[in-house]
Structure formats: C-alpha cells, structure tokens
C-alpha cells in the first residue's frame, strides 16, 4: 500500500517517511496468521480431499500427448488396459476435432460425450496407477490447449492454498484478522495524510522558491537589458549594479536555504514522532495479544473442565444405559413367560369351555332320554292297562254269553 503513495519532487528525502508503515503492516499480517496447522473436522478435510483428487485429474490431463508414438513403452509404467483406454480416448477426441461446423448438432453432441466418458474412463484407471504421471511424460507431444490445462492446474492449487487458509482460520481469527487491517489501513491513511500534507508544504516552499529565483532571474534579465543600454556611458554603474544583483541573490539563496533547512528539521521531527507511534502501537499490540492468549487459556480450562464434566456425565449414562437394558432384558423374559403362560392359560380355560359344553350337552342328553323313558313307560302302561281292560271285558262278555246259554 505504502508503494501507491504519490511521488515527491526530484530533491525530496521525504520518500523514506512514505515506506515506513510497510513493515509494521507486514508484521501484523504474520502475527494473525491461523493458530491451527492442520484439518481436524471431516467436513474441511473432504472439500480438500476433493480438491486434491481435482488437481491431480487435473494434472493427468495436462500430461495427456495429443498421439502416441510409442504405446509400447507406456505399458510397462500404466498398464495395458491404461495404453488401450488413452488409445481410444485420443481416436475418439480425433473425432470430435475431425467434425465440422456443418455436422449435426446431435452427432456433435455425441462425439462430445463420447470423448467426456472415454476421458472419466481414462481418468479413473490412470487414478488407480501411482505411476501415471512419470509414465505419461514425455509420451508425445502436448497441444496448447493442454498448456491451458497446466495454467488451471496452477489457479486450483492456488484455490486449495486459499480454501485451506481460510478453513484453518477459526471464526475469532477471522475477526482479529479484519480488526488489524482496519487498524493497520487506518494507521497507513493516517500516515499518508501526514505525508501528503508534508509534500505539499515542501511543493509550496519549492514552488516559493522558483517564483523567487524566477523573479530574481526576471530582475536581473531587465538589469541586464538596462546595462547594455548604458554599456557604453557608465561601466560603473554596471558594475555596481551586478554587484548588488549578485548580493541580493546570495541573500535570497541563503534565505532559501534556511526555510529548506528548516522544513527538513521539521520533516525529521515528524519522522520521529511516527517511529514513536509505531513504537506505541506495537506494545498495545503486545498487550493486546498477551489478554487474547489469557483468555484463550481461560477458555481452553473450561474447555477441559468441560470435557471432564461431560465424560463423567458419559459414564454415568452408559452405567444407567447398561442397567436399562438389563432391566430390558428381564422385562422381555417376563414378556415372554407371561405370554407363554397366558396361552397356557388360554387353553386351559379353552378345554374347560369345552368340557362344560359337553357337559351341559350330556346333561342336555340325558334329560331328553329321561323324558324320552317316561313317556315309554307311560305310554307301556297304558298299554298295558288298555291290554288289562280288553282281558276284563272279554272274560266278561265270555261269562255272559255262558250264562245265556245255560238258561
């Protein structure tokens, strides 16, 4: 930033006060660099993992000959089904550049996916093969459209510097970082300020100056003008005249150069007083870093404390989780006898059922087998009293009929 400032005149020695934020600047970007060196959440280390895996398919392509002039000797180092898949991946790119803007969009379209397939086809054998990248250089000649690969390689490779920058930077160092930025670009337009108004008070005195000695020149140009007129008629007086101009402009030089000598003293003055500045900031920079480390401290002990309180929350869970399921376990044995029981009840209570009913069946039974024998038995004596009956009257018509025939 100190390099944008504005140039001073030829002669100037204020140029050295501009540069001087520079390093202060620096320093302050080197102490908020992120505390943490390495990915510790799955979620960071996949985006690098991806653009890791990126950059080397990436680089594969870059390596990718535009023909093969010995296939041969690339066997060894990718394996043949590797030399058949780059073969065909470059017959069928052959392909697609062989097409001309007269063929069909859909034929275009094809070849085109064609060639993407056949290079995720290339790509994930040359992925399983450690050895790709030394086998497929110097295996032919690269296009320049590969050159533009190799500038996307270098842009992604800055992407993950930049990606893995930002991931490793916690939220609060993220907020640091802004809040010294802002101190420093306001430190840095502080100084510019202090040193534009320095530059133009030595522009206005060097501008005070030429007006002056332009004035002075001017003067004696006239001066000069007149003594040639007079040349001739008074010597003297030109003589004594140029003595005169020429003390005036020895005054006026040492009057210059005193008012210069003078703005210098102030310039260094200042100077000081912005070394000074920087000297103050850099301690209340000192202190405010040791209160962030106290409180990172304090913040990591409650951190633990916690950890410590959660863990021994943790086992006394896992103990009350072993004894739920135990108690689990023996309430499903009772579940299970209880089911076995009441299924044994169950029958029990079904053969009883069945027993009553057939036993209500034979009682049942056998009321209508006893009324059944009633009634056979009252209707036998009523045969019987009825065959009893037609004897009597029978012996009685035989006994009246005897008695008739006697008489």
Known sequence: MASQSPEAPPGDELPPVALTPVSPNKLSLKIIDPSRKKLVSPEPQRIVGVLDECIRKMELVALLPSELTH??????????????????????????????????????????????????????????????????????????????????????????????????????????????????????????????????????????????????????????????????????????????????????????????????????QLRVQLNNLITEHKEAELALRKKKYKLETEIENWIQKYDTDMGEKQTELEEMTVIYEEEKAELRELQEHYAVLELEYSQVMEERRIAQEKKEEEEREREVKSHAVVIIQAFWRGHCVRKVMKAKVKSKKAKKGKGKKGK
């Open 71 to 268: 296939p041969e000797s690339l066997s060894v180092s990718l394996g043949g089904k590797a030399v058949g898949s780059l073969t065909e991946h470059l017959r069928v790119v052959k392909e697609r550049r062989a097409l001309t803007v007269d063929t069909e969009e859909e034929e275009r379209d094809a070849a085109t996916k064609a060639v993407r397939n056949s290079l995720l086809n290339l790509l994930r054998l040359l992925m399983g093969c450690p050895t790709a990248g030394a086998g497929l250089k110097g295996a032919g000649p690269i296009t320049e459209d590969r050159r533009g690969v190799q500038e996307l390689v270098a842009g992604l490779q800055e992407l993950r510097a930049v990606v893995l920058e930002r991931l490793l930077t916690t939220a609060s160092e993220e907020r640091e970082r802004s809040r010294h930025i802002q101190e420093v670009s306001m430190r840095h337009r502080s100084n510019l300020e202090v040193v534009a108004t320095l530059e133009k008070e030595v522009a206005a005195a060097i501008k005070d100056k030429d007006e002056e000695i332009s004035k002075q020149n001017e003067a004696i140009r006239r001066l000069k003008g007149s003594l040639h007129q007079k040349e001739k008629t008074s010597e003297d007086f030109v003589a004594r005249t140029q003595k005169e101009a020429q003390r005036q402009n020895e005054s006026d030089q040492k009057t210059s150069e005193g008012k210069q000598t003078r703005l210098q003293q102030e310039a260094n």
